[in-house]
């Protein structure tokens, strides 16, 4: 069946430095890949998303990258601050796939001020 | 706030009991899913409503029953329960034509003793 796999699992940075997500995904008709962030005692939060007609998308300190061939996708964010400290998961889906959205494990993401 | 509101917010039941767990959307959408999450897994699609009619059912044991009186409420009843449904159970709702971006409430975190 389709997958997402995500990596890493736990990604620590320290305050201001990077931290990139990567996913990689199965379902070749897979046309939408939203993040998002799930703070603790939250539901996950939407923070960016790509369709298939792009290969990036910026918002703020956040970016997305997607690369269709290799069936990869990754997440940027530059500057990280303390606040950005949660769980992000990654997800595809597609105007094929019915209603389902597959989503990958999470990331935790540890930001070290 | 997402518009996704879930009651109740937590839930201890024994094995014996009933109880119900209620997600109502604010934001038009008339599409409806219950996910679950339990901790290092990827967030498990149980149900998902569409117009009011279930268009999904990804093998979810009987003692997991779903029920949509209107696109704005989702019920998940649930009867007889094992240690090993305790987790946090999502509740979604999106456009149905998108079928892209969900919007999540807080979820139920639900113990079974």
């Known amino acids: 069946g389709e997958n997402v796999e995500q990596h890493p699992s736990t990604l620590s940075v320290q305050e201001g430095d990077s931290a990139v997500i990567k996913c990689t995904y199965s379902?070749?008709?897979?046309?939408?890949f939203p993040w998002y962030k799930q703070e603790l005692g939250k539901g996950p939060q939407l923070i960016i998303d790509?369709?298939?007609?792009?290969g990036e998308k910026k918002d703020q300190r956040i970016a997305v990258t997607l690369n269709k061939t290799a069936k990869h996708f990754s997440l940027h964010i530059t500057e990280t601050q303390p606040e950005d400290s949660a769980v992000y998961f990654c997800?595809?889906?597609?105007?094929?796939?019915?209603?389902?959205?597959?989503f990958g494990a999470g990331t935790r993401l540890f930001v070290k001020a | 706030e997402t518009g996704v509101t879930q009651t109740p917010r937590h839930l201890v039941m024994g094995m014996t009991n009933k109880k119900s767990l209620k997600c109502e959307q604010h934001?038009?959408?008339?599409?409806m899913y219950w996910y679950k999450q339990s901790a290092k897994k990827p967030l498990e699609l149980m149900f998902v409503?569409?117009?009011?009619?279930?268009?999904e059912n990804n093998s979810v044991p009987s003692r997991f029953s779903p029920e949509c009186p209107n696109s704005s409420h989702l019920f998940l009843h649930l009867h007889t329960l094992q240690p090993e449904d305790s987790a946090l159970y999502l509740c979604?709702?999106?456009?149905?034509?998108?079928?892209?971006?969900?919007?999540f409430g807080p979820g139920t975190r639900l113990l079974v003793l």
């Open positions: 979604a709702s999106s456009q149905a034509h998108s079928k892209g971006t969900q919007y």
């Open positions: 379902d070749s008709a897979s046309n939408y």
């Open positions: 790509i369709r298939s007609n792009v």
């Open positions: 997800a595809a889906s597609s105007n094929t796939g019915g209603f389902k959205t597959i």
């Open positions: 934001l038009g959408h008339n599409a």
């Open positions: 409503y569409s117009l009011e009619e279930r268009v």
